[in-house]
């Protein structure tokens, strides 16, 4: 069984900064690329970043300069780090992972959501 478990979400003011963590925990061989989606009621959920075990990372255009991806594959965790926040970043955000388990398949895993919440 593998689950991936969100934290950090909640309200701010607009400007202010936020970081969101999502740790990976069960029978896990290795962790692949991890992400951070995002969706609002009524739109598709939306990439924000996404970042290679090696650390390499990209962004959406619309987050890039803002947001900031880090993963400490010690712990099997992904961060989002979110600065200058807008209300238009208002959201739900998902932690995603590619994870291969001990029996050694691939899968696509979720994380719960974590709500984000900008006040203008």
């Known amino acids: 069984q593998v689950q991936l478990v969100e934290s950090g979400g909640g309200l701010v003011q607009a400007g202010m900064s936020l970081t969101l963590s999502c740790a990976a925990s069960?029978?896990?061989?290795?962790?692949?690329?991890m992400a951070w989606y995002r969706q609002v009621p009524g739109k598709q959920r939306e990439l924000v970043a996404r970042?290679?075990?090696?650390?390499?990372?990209i962004y959406a255009d619309t987050m890039k300069g803002r947001f900031t991806i880090s993963r400490d594959n010690a712990k099997n965790t992904v961060y989002l780090q979110m600065n200058s926040l807008k209300p238009e970043d208002t959201a739900v955000y998902y932690c995603?992972?590619?994870?291969?388990?001990?029996?050694?398949?691939?899968?696509?895993?979720w994380g719960q959501g974590a709500q984000v919440t900008v006040s203008s």
């Open positions: 970042i290679s075990t090696g650390g390499n990372t």
């Open positions: 069960g029978s896990i061989f290795s962790v692949n690329d």
């Open positions: 995603n992972a590619k994870i291969v388990g001990v029996d050694f398949r691939s899968a696509n895993y």
